[in-house]
């Protein structure tokens, strides 16, 4: 069905600060079903092939080198309205700006290290489950 699915990670600063739990329990409090889940260490590559679509800003290499640098959690998460309502549970970029009780406003550091990624639409939500998750690892 379009438009139930979207897909998170729980970046490297998150994890190793040891808040991948608390981010997953406020993810499922908040309404989501976890369909597909795992603990993943990213390449270089694959995380400049990831944020692809980023290739010409100027944030670019800090993004993929940090997304790259240490293990992260890769979670397709499917629910109504997906990709807003999980984009609104976790908050602006900037967690300086980021709304109370948002995910980033709990758990990010800064707008560059900010605990988690939330897909921007229906389509790149598929195309990033697709990047982590082979057919026979989601569960839905
Ligand atoms: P979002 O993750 O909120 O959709 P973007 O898609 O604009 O934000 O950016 C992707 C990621 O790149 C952000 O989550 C953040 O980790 C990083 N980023 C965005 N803007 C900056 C910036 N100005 N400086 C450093 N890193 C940034
Ligand atoms: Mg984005």
New binding site residues.
């Given amino acids: 069905m379009a438009g139930n699915r979207t897909f998170t990670m729980i970046k490297p600063e998150a994890v190793a600060k040891g808040y991948a739990g608390k981010i997953l329990d406020h993810i499922i409090t908040g309404g989501f079903k976890v369909i597909a889940m795992k603990f993943t260490h990213l390449t270089l590559q694959q995380a400049q092939a990831f944020y692809a679509v980023?290739k010409e800003r100027p944030?670019y290499v800090?993004?993929t080198e940090y997304m790259s640098e240490s293990p992260i959690v890769v979670i397709a998460l499917e629910k109504d309205n997906a990709v807003a309502d999980f984009r609104t549970l976790v908050g602006s970029?900037d967690p300086n700006e980021a709304n109370e009780g948002t995910i980033r406003k709990r758990f990010a550091e800064s707008?560059?290290k900010?605990a988690v990624?939330?897909s921007?639409s229906d389509e790149n939500a598929a195309v990033e489950i697709k990047f982590h998750f082979k057919d026979n690892e989601i569960f839905a």
Avoid: R
């Fill in positions: 980023h944030f800090e993004l970029t707008k560059a900010n990624h939330g921007d």
